[in-house]
């Protein structure tokens, strides 16, 4: 009961500090490092992308190509990451396309980095916190918002595409956490984080 309460105070005081997140967010895209920083990620992004991806029978398929999104998200926050996921699901259209073009997919990238922005951003890059903000993504994101999308521009029905998404995520929610977090742990202490953070403060 008294950790629930604590988890409970914890997330409340999280939610209040948000505005001034976003803000110091905003304040973020004034720095130039922050600029090469996003270009250096987006160029990683675009790499990754070519790779093919690990698949394991049908509902399994490991990519790396988000991981970039999710790093910048971290470092420069949800104003930052939703302006980099904008525009570089609109590059790796040009420079990949697949399929229609289609917006609603660009506003998942933004709003999906939003969401771990808010989640990550100046706060401890925990297991539990990637798992929490994961869980948000897949349910609203992926399961809800890209199902709409493919029935919208396939004509199928939107329960009847649900089910085979629905369980593919659930599937791939624990992995594509646990891979962030191992990314993300490696990097920081190979001090990759810690440089770019001093070389944004000078």
């Known amino acids: ?3 629930s309460t604590t988890l409970f105070t914890q997330s409340y005081q999280e939610m209040k ?8 967010s905003c304040q973020e895209m004034r720095q130039l490092r922050t600029v090469t920083t ?6 990683v992004a675009v790499a990754l992308g070519y790779l093919t991806s690990i698949e394991i029978g049908n509902y399994v398929k490991i990519g790396f190509s988000g991981i970039p999104n999710r790093l910048v998200d971290y470092l420069f926050g949800p104003v930052v990451g939703g302006c980099f996921g904008g525009v570089l699901d609109v590059l790796k259209y040009l420079l990949k396309p697949s ?3 289609f917006p609603g997919f ?3 990238a933004v709003l999906a980095s939003l969401i771990y922005g808010s989640f990550f951003y100046k706060r401890p890059f925990t ?3 990637i798992l929490v903000a ?3 993504v897949v349910l609203v994101c992926n399961v809800f918002l890209n199902t709409l999308w493919v029935s919208i521009l396939y004509g199928k029905a939107f329960m009847v595409l649900l089910p085979a998404r629905l369980i593919k995520n659930a599937i791939m929610w624990p992995i594509d956490s646990f891979i962030l977090f191992s990314v993300g742990r490696l990097l920081e202490a190979s001090g990759i984080f810690r440089t770019i953070r001093t070389g944004l403060a000078r």
């Open 1 to 3: 009961m008294k950790r």
């Open 17 to 24: 500090q948000l505005p001034r997140l976003y803000v110091q």
């Open 38 to 43: 996003c270009a250096m990620f987006a160029a």
């Open 99 to 101: 399929g229609m073009f």
């Open 106 to 108: 660009t506003f998942n």
């Open 127 to 129: 297991l539990p916190r």
């Open 134 to 136: 994961k869980l948000i």
